[in-house]
């Protein structure tokens, strides 16, 4: 079992940074891969990045490449998404996800395991 406690969002305006942490507990956490998920108002959820359960690979959604990155401290337990050069149609709640021993994935029917979500919002 691994649960997850997302932080670190809040108001930022466009072109600002915000990093996000995921702070995961019990002992399978670095055990399996991580990934972090959006999901707008009257959206569906959305891949933003997933990293490997060693970090050794990463891999972003389109719309996030070259402005966003994925990493994990496995000896913390924590896994974190730095955001630069915010849009405001960044703006949704972000979810971190973990799962997958063996790989990673963009969907979001793959992670067995969601925190609660924190809010991101970029003002124009």
């Known amino acids: 079992q691994v649960q997850l406690v997302e932080s670190g969002g809040g108001l930022v305006q466009a072109g600002g940074s915000l990093r996000l942490s995921c702070a995961a507990s019990g002992r399978t956490f670095s055990r399996v891969a991580m990934g972090w998920f959006l999901q707008a108002p009257g959206k569906e959820r959305e891949f933003v990045a997933a990293i490997t359960r060693n970090g050794g690979s990463t891999h972003y959604a389109d719309s996030v490449k070259g402005r966003f990155t994925i990493s994990r401290d496995n000896a913390k337990n924590t896994g974190y998404l730095q955001m630069n050069s915010l849009k405001p149609e960044d703006t949704a709640v972000y979810y971190c996800?973990?799962?997958?021993?063996?790989?990673?994935?963009?969907?979001?029917?793959?992670?067995?395991?969601w925190g609660q979500g924190t809010q991101v919002t970029v003002s124009s």
């Open positions: 996800a973990a799962g997958l021993p063996q790989s990673w994935s963009d969907y979001a029917g793959r992670y067995d395991y």
